[in-house]
């Protein structure tokens, strides 16, 4: 059997800006169908209003992905 030591640390977590910003998608609830990623909101909520017309389909899902980073208290 295998054994672990954990180590408890204080942790701080933060939205890490070294990397894209945010990245947003939509989603029909009815049929699945995804708008694709894309760095501004408008494209997908755009294909939300196109979709609706299309298939008439009326509800959605917004995704947005956000991405973080751990760091140690007191580390620089």
């Known amino acids: 059997m ?3 030591v954990i180590r408890f640390a204080d942790w701080s ?3 890490d800006l070294s990397g894209s910003g945010p990245i947003f998608e939509s ?3 009815t049929c699945g169908e995804s ?3 894309a ?3 408008e494209g ?3 294909w ?3 979709h609706a017309g299309r298939t008439g389909h009326t509800g959605f899902r917004g995704i947005t992905t956000s991405f973080f980073r751990a760091q ?3 580390d620089q």
Do not use: N
Request: proline share 4%; hydrophobic share 20%; with cysteine.
């Open 48 to 50: 939300c209003l196109r």
């Open 35 to 37: 708008s694709g990623t």
């Open 13 to 15: 977590l933060s939205v």
């Open 2 to 4: 295998a054994r672990s």
């Open 72 to 74: 140690k208290v007191g």
């Open 44 to 46: 997908p909520e755009t």
């Open 39 to 41: 760095d501004e909101k």
């Open 27 to 29: 989603e029909c609830t």
